[in-house]
């Protein structure tokens, strides 16, 4: 899923899935950093979605333009976990600083 279309007012990213043609919603839920290269954090819908999916698609920027591009499949392992890493840190320290 490549192709993409944001409507930044609701954060709503719509992914296309380039094999079948279906459009997907997500949320732009969060942004990252590693070595130089960013990436959008992105979540289907809750009110339409019964399970959750969290999708890591690497940011790229085009003149004034931010675009969305899926993960290299050797990265992408690196990637996902380096998130979880980040998203564990900042769960300790709010657990940390309601004691």
């Known amino acids: 899923m490549d192709n993409e279309n944001t409507n930044e007012e609701d954060n709503i990213v719509t992914l296309i ?32 979605e019964e399970d959750i999916e969290m999708v890591i698609m690497e940011e790229i920027e085009e003149g004034d333009d931010i675009l969305l591009q899926s993960l290299d499949e050797d990265k992408e392992d690196i990637i996902y976990d380096y998130y979880d890493k980040l998203c564990d840190e900042l769960f300790d320290d709010e657990d940390e600083s309601e004691e």
């Not at 380039?18 to 289907?44: K, M």
């Open 17 to 48: 899935d380039e094999e079948t043609g279906e459009e997907i919603d997500f949320i732009y839920a969060d942004r990252f950093e590693i070595n130089g290269s960013a990436y959008a954090v992105l979540l289907t819908d809750v009110e339409k």
